[in-house]
């Protein structure tokens, strides 16, 4: 079984990084630098938020992104993905899903701007595209459980998960050590992100691993 990833999500702010419930009442969660050096430094660097464009893109490379994410200038222009991906490979374009139930048919639609416009596209439909379209993964946040502690959505990521054969990262409801259990055995992700456990001290990154290990489940360790 391949090793499962567990990353620490830095949303950031006017300086500061913050978090919130359901991508709204955004608080301070720390200074980004010290948080960066608290989780360690030398681990890939992901960046996202205002690459709209194949320059934003090599902007955020040339300052030392390992990774960059694009969310809703990909649904704007899905060719995007693959301008970026011809130039630096798959491997280094993550392609950003916010999703929310549609309670009417018990899809998932996509949501852009920050979760605050509807983007018209079916979740599993744009993941299927992204991934034809050269994305090397996907980060899937559920707005729904984005902050509330609930637990990740594992139906959502999994519907997800089995619709691609790219790396899916599930985002939103982390609230204990058992919710990254059940997302990636039920919600089949292949990495698990989480904000506020990590902050505010409430586990380690190696704490969380350990557990993870003792319940079977193959995790990366650094200097192993």
Same mark, same amino acid.
């Given at each position: ?6 990353? #620490? ?11 919130? !419930?359901? +991508? ?6 720390? /200074? ?6 608290r989780?360690?430094? +030398?681990?890939?660097?992901?960046? %996202?938020? %205002? ?14 992104? /390992?990774?960059? *994410? ?8 899905p ?16 392609v950003?899903? /916010? ?8 899809? @998932?639609? !996509? ?13 599993v ?5 992204? &991934? *034809?379209? %050269? ?5 899937l946040? *559920?707005?729904?459980? /984005?902050?509330?502690k #609930?637990g ?9 998960s ?5 790396? !899916?990262? #599930?985002?939103?409801? =982390?609230?204990?050590? &058992?919710?990254?259990?059940?997302? @990636?055995? =039920?919600g089949?992700a292949?990495?698990?992100?989480a #904000?506020?456990? @990590?902050h505010?001290?409430?586990? *380690?990154?190696?704490?969380?691993? &350990? ?7 193959? !995790?990366r @360790?650094?200097?192993?």
């Amino acid at each position: 079984m391949l090793s499962k990833r567990i990353i #620490a999500c830095l949303d950031v702010r006017n300086g500061q990084v913050v978090k919130g !419930v359901n +991508f709204e009442g955004l608080r301070s969660a720390g /200074d980004p630098a010290a948080l960066a050096r608290r989780y360690n430094v +030398f681990i890939p660097l992901s960046v %996202g938020g %205002g690459i709209r464009t194949e320059a934003d893109a090599a902007a955020a490379v040339d300052a030392g992104a /390992d990774k960059v *994410s694009v969310n809703t200038a990909a649904l704007a222009d899905p060719a995007l993905i693959t301008r970026i991906a011809d130039r630096y490979g798959s491997q280094a374009v993550i392609v950003a899903i /916010d999703a929310k139930r549609e309670t009417a048919d018990g899809r @998932f639609a !996509v949501y852009a701007r920050s979760g605050q416009r509807a983007a018209g596209r079916d979740a599993v439909e744009w993941a299927r595209e992204a &991934e *034809s379209r %050269g994305a090397g993964e996907i980060l899937l946040t *559920s707005i729904d459980r /984005d902050g509330t502690k #609930a637990g990740f959505d594992c139906e959502l990521t999994a519907e997800v998960s089995s619709a691609v054969s790219i790396p !899916v990262i #599930a985002s939103g409801g =982390a609230g204990g050590l &058992e919710d990254f259990v059940d997302v @990636f055995t =039920a919600g089949r992700a292949d990495a698990a992100l989480a #904000a506020s456990i @990590f902050h505010y001290a409430e586990t *380690s990154v190696r704490a969380l691993k &350990e557990h993870l290990r003792g319940r079977g489940i193959s !995790v990366r @360790f650094l200097r192993e």
